[in-house]
C-alpha cells in the first residue's frame, strides 16, 4: 500500500535529471522523519513504542533472517551494503512492499543505539531496514536511555 505512484517503465534512472529542489524535498523528508523520531522517542520509552502494526512480525523476521544481528552493536555499514548484505536486506524488505508504505524510502538510522544522530553516527538506509533495526533495539530497551536522559533534563528545568 505504498502512497507514492509507480515509476514509468521508460524511466532510466541513469539518464534522469538530477534536480536541485527535489533533492532538497528529499532531505527535508528525510531530516523530518529523524527529529520526529527522536521527539518520539524523548516522550516515550522506546521499550513500549510501537513503529509499525506489525512490529511482531518485523521483529520475528529479523531474528528469523538475520540471527547474528546485534541490536545493541555499531552496524557494520560496509557490511550491511556489501553485495551479499544488500541481497539479504533486499530479500527482507520485499516482504513488505505491500504491508509497509514507504518501505524503501531513504531514511537516516543511527549505527549505534548509544549515539545521537549526527552526522558520522547515521547511515543511510531503505525505511524497512530503519523499522527492522529499530523495532529491535526498542524490544530490547536499548534506547530508553533517550526518554530517561529527557526526563532529566526536563526535571533540570522545572527546577531551575
Not at 516482504?95 to 537516516?108: L, P, S
Given at each position: 500500500m505504498s502512497t507514492s505512484a509507480p515509476v514509468p517503465k521508460t524511466f532510466n534512472a541513469e539518464e534522469a535529471d538530477n534536480l536541485e529542489d527535489i533533492e532538497k524535498q528529499f532531505a527535508v523528508k528525510?531530516?523530518?522523519?529523524m527529529q520526529t523520531y527522536w521527539?518520539?522517542?524523548?516522550?516515550?520509552?522506546?521499550?513500549s513504542l510501537r513503529l509499525t502494526k506489525i512490529d511482531d512480525d518485523i521483529y520475528e523476521h529479523l531474528k528469523k533472517d538475520f540471527p547474528d544481528f546485534d541490536p545493541a552493536e555499531t552496524i557494520d555499514e560496509d557490511k550491511m551494503k556489501s553485495k551479499e548484505g544488500k541481497e539479504r536486506w533486499r530479500?527482507?524488505?520485499m516482504?513488505?512492499?505491500?504491508?509497509?508504505?514507504?518501505?524503501?524510502?531513504?531514511?537516516?538510522l543511527r549505527a549505534n543505539p548509544k549515539w545521537e544522530y549526527g552526522?558520522?553516527?547515521t547511515i543511510f538506509v531503505p525505511r524497512m531496514q530503519f523499522y527492522a533495526v529499530e523495532i529491535a533495539r526498542n524490544r530490547l530497551g536499548l534506547n530508553d536511555w533517550i526518554y530517561?536522559?529527557?526526563?532529566k533534563e526536563k526535571a533540570a528545568k522545572s527546577s531551575a
Open positions: 528525510v531530516v523530518q522523519h521527539s518520539i522517542l524523548e516522550k516515550v520509552k522506546g521499550s530479500n527482507f524488505m516482504a513488505y512492499e505491500k504491508k509497509v508504505d514507504d518501505y524503501n524510502f531513504g531514511t537516516m552526522q558520522d553516527e530517561e536522559q529527557a526526563q
